[in-house]
């Protein structure tokens, strides 16, 4: 597979995200997978959503390696604050990428993904996802929670990032990250974190 720009061997696909759902996908270069992270300046919209200490983010970009050229290189989600400039990249794995890919696609699944099983579990006990929150970063790997409201009593639960994002697509719930994990930077260099 080749670059969609410069006809040198594609490494990465791109997957463009509006609404939750993949509106485009492209296979590019290393060099130009950077390029575009940078070019693809957001546009803000309103004021960015906040929560006590928690910025509300959206779902942007998906990048999956095609061929790794090093041990860093993995597939990753890029997300982008609602409303804002900031961005932040969320590295997956493989299965977790796959997962995300196949649940951001316009076009169901004839059955359903684990994320969407769970969704279902959660409302036929009559349990609702208020969102997730990206609430901890440590020695490099994010942590994740769910917040679930069940007939007023409220749950947390802990969870990696990417099954996190992949429940909250399924159960079209916000997603929020805690305001001191952001990074200052915009479109540049997010700071990459493992799941
Ligand atoms: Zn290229």
Redesign the pocket.
């Given at each position: 597979m080749q670059?969609y720009?410069?006809g040198?061997k594609a490494t990465q696909q791109l997957f463009f995200i509006a609404a939750r759902q993949i509106t485009r996908e492209t296979q590019?270069?290393a060099?130009?997978a950077v390029t575009l992270l940078q070019r693809e300046q957001p546009r803000p919209q309103g004021e960015p959503f906040t929560e006590g200490r928690l910025v509300q983010f959206e779902i942007e970009q998906l990048h999956r390696m095609l061929i790794s050229t090093k041990p860093s290189d993995s597939d990753c989600i890029i997300l982008q604050e609602s409303g804002g400039t900031r961005r932040m990249q969320v590295t997956l794995g493989r299965c977790e990428a796959s997962t995300l890919e196949r649940l951001l696609q316009p076009q169901r699944t004839p059955r359903p993904l684990t994320p969407e099983a769970f969704a279902r579990t959660l409302h036929s006990l009559g349990g609702k996802l208020v969102h997730i929150a990206i609430t901890q970063l440590l020695q490099g790997t994010y942590f994740a929670v769910l917040r679930i409201n069940q007939n007023g009593r409220r749950f947390e639960i802990d969870l990696r990032p990417s099954d996190a994002l992949a429940v909250a697509v399924s159960c079209q719930a916000p997603i929020f990250v805690l305001v001191s994990l952001i990074p200052a930077d915009v479109g540049g260099d997010p700071t990459a974190a493992s799941r």
């Amino acid at each position: 597979m080749q670059c969609y720009f410069c006809g040198l061997k594609a490494t990465q696909q791109l997957f463009f995200i509006a609404a939750r759902q993949i509106t485009r996908e492209t296979q590019v270069c290393a060099d130009h997978a950077v390029t575009l992270l940078q070019r693809e300046q957001p546009r803000p919209q309103g004021e960015p959503f906040t929560e006590g200490r928690l910025v509300q983010f959206e779902i942007e970009q998906l990048h999956r390696m095609l061929i790794s050229t090093k041990p860093s290189d993995s597939d990753c989600i890029i997300l982008q604050e609602s409303g804002g400039t900031r961005r932040m990249q969320v590295t997956l794995g493989r299965c977790e990428a796959s997962t995300l890919e196949r649940l951001l696609q316009p076009q169901r699944t004839p059955r359903p993904l684990t994320p969407e099983a769970f969704a279902r579990t959660l409302h036929s006990l009559g349990g609702k996802l208020v969102h997730i929150a990206i609430t901890q970063l440590l020695q490099g790997t994010y942590f994740a929670v769910l917040r679930i409201n069940q007939n007023g009593r409220r749950f947390e639960i802990d969870l990696r990032p990417s099954d996190a994002l992949a429940v909250a697509v399924s159960c079209q719930a916000p997603i929020f990250v805690l305001v001191s994990l952001i990074p200052a930077d915009v479109g540049g260099d997010p700071t990459a974190a493992s799941r």
